[in-house]
Structures are given as C-alpha cells and as structure tokens.
C-alpha cells in the first residue's frame, strides 16, 4: 500500500540525516524498499493520468520541507538536509515534526493572502499533496455530474433511453465514418433489440443494444440477460450491449462470462453508463478548463549552473 504524504515527508528527512545529496527519482528507489512496496504501486498512476502518485507524494514531502527550511536545495532538484533538520530529527518525535510543517503551510499560506480579502476556511488537508487535493475535487466534481446525469435519463422516457445508447456507441468510435450507423428499431419489431450499430457500410455486421431504463433498486436478472443473449446469437456478428440505470444480478453476471464470448455480450450498469457519457462529453458543455503546468527539466538542465 502506498503510505501516505505524511509518512513519506518523515522517512524523507530521515533518509537525508545521512547527510548526502539527493534527488527525488533517488529518493524513489530507497522508499520503495523502506516500505516494501511492489513494482505496481511503485510506478501506479493517479485515476487521471496525472502522473505517478508515490514519486508526486516524494516530490511535494521535499517542496514541504524545503519550505519549512528543513532541507536546502544545493541546486535546482537537488535536496540535502540543514542544521536545523538535523536538530529537529534528534531532539523531536515524528509528530512533533510534521506538526512543525504543518504550521509552517499554514503561514506561509496565511501570508499570502494577508493583503487581501481572502478569506481561509479551510487549510489543505496535510495529509493530501495538492495535485492528490486537485485529483480528489476534480473527482468530486464528476461524481456530482453523474449523479445529475443519472436522475435526469430516468426523468425521460425509456425510448429516450435507447436514442442515447446508440449516440454514446457512436460517440465512443463504433460505427466510425458510416452514414447512419446507428439505429433504433421500432417497438413492434425489435425483437429484444433496441438499437443498432452497423459497422460496415451494408450492415453485414453490427453490434445491438438492448436498454433498461430501471430504478436504482431494480436489477437486471438473468432471466432478461439470456433472453437477450438469444436474440444476439441469432444475428450475423453475434455481438451485443446490454445497458441499464440500475445494476445487474450476480446471476446475470456469471450467466454471461459461463459464455466465453459467444456470443459477444458487455454489460454496462447505470454508474459505467454516466461514466462513459462524462467522460466523451454526450449531452456535457465545458464549463472550466485548467492548465497545470510542470517544469521542462530539459530546458533548465540547459543552462549553466552557478557553481560557488
């Protein structure tokens, strides 16, 4: 398990009471070891691609210490501990140190806003690095949306239901450059298909869609699942989408991997639905964008160093 950004900021100055020069990617290698991390989580990413979590976590424990003047940078990226670091490790418990940090965000916050009418209701939580902080509220934020975009597809009609699975498909590339690729049957027909996506200009082979418009608490059982299972493996690609608000049985679920691809069925359930809608923006405007810049190492290791 990945510790977190407290533990990391102590074992940090300790690993540095050595005395000797270090840079993150080093500082990486030793943590690891220290806390017996596997390969995975060594090297896991954040949920949004926003880079590595344990070398972000080393990255921003030394910008704390750093700030705190716990540690010295020698030159830019490298990072070696100072008397006062020293002092701090052989005459103060862990907890006693990271409350030193602590206090010294929360000025270094304060200051900054001390001209202004900003106002602090809440100090970042300590435990969080502030791209973990960036992470979570954007996470927040999509799960606010989802929930949104969840209540309102129930307010619609189940027909409305079907339109946006084969929009979503097509949002997702299925279908690709085709003329009217998507398709919802006619309710008298459908035989248990809903919708669907041709994937060559004849329609030899498509994919079909069946949708659930069904309360949270209303799963879909396997009874449905096989019934639409049926109607697929009668089609010529035997490939097919089985969509609901809801959720599906476990019954349903063991039902289609006992198949083993054939036919070809996916189950998506109402969270991995708003998910996808999100996440190709179907029925979404952009209300923000934020760029987060990084350093270009390679346009600073360029220049020379003051050497003194």
């Known amino acids: 398990m990945i510790p977190k950004f407290e533990e990391i900021r102590i074992q940090v100055l300790k690993e540095l009471g050595s005395g000797k020069t270090m840079r993150a990617k080093e500082l990486r290698i030793v943590l690891a070891k220290h806390f017996n991390l596997t390969e995975k989580e060594m090297t896991e990413w954040y949920p949004s691609g926003n880079g590595e979590i344990f070398l972000d976590r080393i990255t921003w424990a030394l910008s704390y210490l750093f700030s705190s003047k716990l540690v010295d940078k020698p030159k830019r990226g490298d990072y070696k501990i100072n008397e006062k670091g020293l002092k701090m490790l052989s005459s103060c418990t862990d907890e006693q140190i990271n409350n030193h940090i602590k206090e010294a965000q929360k000025n270094k916050t304060l200051s ?3 001209e202004t009418n900003y106002q602090i209701d809440k100090i970042q939580n300590d435990e969080l690095t502030p791209k973990e902080s960036l ?5 927040n934020i999509k799960r606010s949306i989802q929930d949104e975009i969840l209540t309102t ?7 409305e239901l079907e339109r946006l699975a084969v929009k979503l498909l097509q949002s997702m590339g299925y279908g690709g450059e085709i003329k009217n690729s998507g398709v919802v049957t006619k ?6 298909i809903d919708g669907i996506i041709k994937e060559d200009i004849l ?16 799963k879909v059982g396997r009874e449905e699942v096989q019934s639409f299972v049926g109607a697929v493996a009668g089609t010529p690609s035997k490939k097919g989408v089985f969509i609901t608000t809801s959720d599906f049985t476990q019954g349903a679920i063991e039902y289609i991997e006992s198949l083993n691809g054939s036919p070809i069925i996916i189950l998506i359930n109402g969270n991995q639905l708003t998910e996808y809608i999100y996440d190709y923006g179907l029925g979404l405007q952009t209300e923000k964008v934020l760029k987060v810049m990084k350093m270009d190492m390679d346009y600073w290791d360029s220049m020379n160093d003051d050497i003194k």
Do not use: E, V
């Not at 992470?135 to 996470?139: L, R, V």
């Not at 329609?203 to 209303?218: E, V």
């Open 112 to 114: 900054k806003h001390k």
């Open 135 to 139: 992470d979570n509220s954007y996470n």
């Open 153 to 159: 597809i129930l307010t619609k009609t189940p027909q």
């Open 187 to 192: 309710l008298s027909n459908d035989r248990g």
């Open 203 to 218: 329609g030899f082979n498509h994919i079909s869609i069946q949708t659930k418009r069904y309360a949270l608490d209303n």
